[in-house]
């Protein structure tokens, strides 16, 4: 795709934005479109009356909101979309989606080049983990997507599907086959709309979510690839697909991104159906508790535009509010550890001490930096190239990642640290397999208050070992041959490190992926919190379909296997 086309692609994004929050006309959409030679007048036409009929649509019902639905979904995440999206199919099922964040139409949303900027904006929830020893007393931001479409708005556009190990990890602990690899894939397959290579083993082209390889990727991005060859690295077609059954493998990213646009779960899966009769999407609406009757969820009560409103979902609730969101709302709700909730003179309902507790998440380190002879724009989302690997061949998932980053990314210390030059470029190492496990918790009784993040990260002496042997083979392939040409010289850290050193500049340099996982654990013991059909235990009427209930993070970047979770709890309630 050349520059003007993609420079067309942001307009056309930017004027449908407009469109949508009512900030130009449907006439003046239509002008304008045609005038800067974007599209036909009937193709503008008929586009301008499908976005001005979901802006009608949803300005009424948002008017409107009834006292009862059949489903309320609390979350606009990547699986609250999906569920949203499948569930509405049945049109007899009245579905109210509640999202405390904006719509997903700011132009840092819209383009993936510049995708950190929704970091620490109106669209982050703005949790910072506490500071802990294992990253030398460091508070580490955890941003996560307060907007509609969650994560897959303001995170990168990575989709990387989980491993077979990690999917049948969860089928084990679950006690439920229909958790596992096999019976996942049939959903990816389902699901995708795949614009590489046809693989039909393993890659679906007919489903919702576009994703394609990185395109026209940078010539550093290939020459990494190259690189990884001449080390003997499992070097692949395909990010996606044999990767899941073998382990291992390092390829061009898959991204959600279209003709140079993100293509986030909530285009993939709510635009479609948000101008159908049977739903409702409130945005900018902060659900306070879940309302209980005895032990069954009746509902919910929320605050929007001002006053608290109470209402019943007459068959089920559904909390997608993700790893922090959605076990603060249950404590808040009396369901969660009786000690904790006592502090707060929260009545225990269920006494279910594992909420909150479990939380998992990958590291990257920030950074390996290179200087480059000469600079580069970055393409995509800035980043083209990732892989994992076993730092051990006894493994049964890989313990250790890599993407290539074309910009200086840095943890805040290591930036002041070695102050290195704007053009310069990373390889950061990563961990996917965490062993450290943190917990959430209350700080108040009060709604508005963020809960207490304490992450732990790197607590366990196997997350330093693995974090610094990626670092290695980060710092291995940069000194490659075939990168050569792309190197003027190692910035970050610009030596062989060991010992105490290696081990400080791990802990300097971690941050996060943003991936937070297992708050609210699946499985088929007494301790899990959801059982394999998602449902809370002791609390009828009530399921979790987020990131918190993975027993285990998995592998690699969590969007996919989010839809995977949205898209399975659709089919539990269908």
Known sequence: ???????????????E????????SRRKFVQLAVAAGLTSLASAKAWSDKLDSIRANQDEKSRNIQ?????????????????????????????????????????????PRVWFTNLGSERD?????????????????????????????????????????????????SGDQRWNYESSLEIFKAVENW????????????????????????PVALAMLDACRDMNLPVLDDLNGAREISGEGIALMNHIIRDGQRQNMARSYLYPVMNQDNVTVLINAHVEKIVLQGKSAAGISMKYKGTTRVIRADRETILSGGGFNTPKLLMLSGIGD????EKFNIDTVIHAPQVGKNMQDHLLHGGVLFEPHEGESHRNSGAEVSGYLKSNADLELPDISMVQIELPYVSAVIGREYNPPASSWAICGGLVTPQSRGTVSLRSANPDDRPQVDANFLEHPDDIAALGRSIELCQQIGASPALRKYVKREVIPGKKMTGKELED?????????????GTCRMGNDDGAVVDSELR??????????????????????????CVLIGERAARLLA
Not at 198 to 214: D, I, S
Request: hydrophobic share 40%; with cysteine; proline share 7%.
């Open 67 to 111: 006292p009862s639905y059949d489903y309320i979904v609390v979350g606009a995440g990547s699986a609250g979309c999906a569920l949203v999206g499948r569930l509405a199919a049945d049109k007899n099922k009245k579905i109210l989606l509640i999202e405390a964040g904006d719509w997903d139409t700011a132009p840092s949303v819209l383009d």
């Open 17 to 24: 934005a407009s469109l949508l929050r009512g900030n130009i």
């Open 125 to 173: 929830w703005k949790d910072i983990a506490t500071p802990f020893a294992g990253v030398n007393g460091r508070s580490i931001p955890e941003h996560t997507g307060r907007v509609l479409g969650g994560g897959s708005s303001i995170n990168a556009t990575i989709w990387a599907r989980p491993f077979k190990a990690d999917l049948d990890h969860w089928a084990k602990v």
């Open 338 to 341: 009786r000690s904790e909730l």
């Open 1 to 15: 795709m050349n520059n003007e086309n993609k420079k067309s692609g942001l307009l056309m994004e930017k004027l």
């Open 505 to 517: 500049f791990v802990r300097n340099g971690a941050t996060t992926y943003f991936h937070v996982s």
């Open 536 to 561: 809370v235990n002791g609390i009828s009427k009530l399921r979790i379909a987020d990131s918190s209930i993975m027993p285990k993070i998995v592998s690699c970047p969590t969007m996919a296997a």
């Open 195 to 218: 614009q590489g290579k046809p693989e039909p083993q393993y890659r679906g082209q007919n489903g919702p979510v576009w994703c394609q390889p990185a395109h026209d990727p940078l």
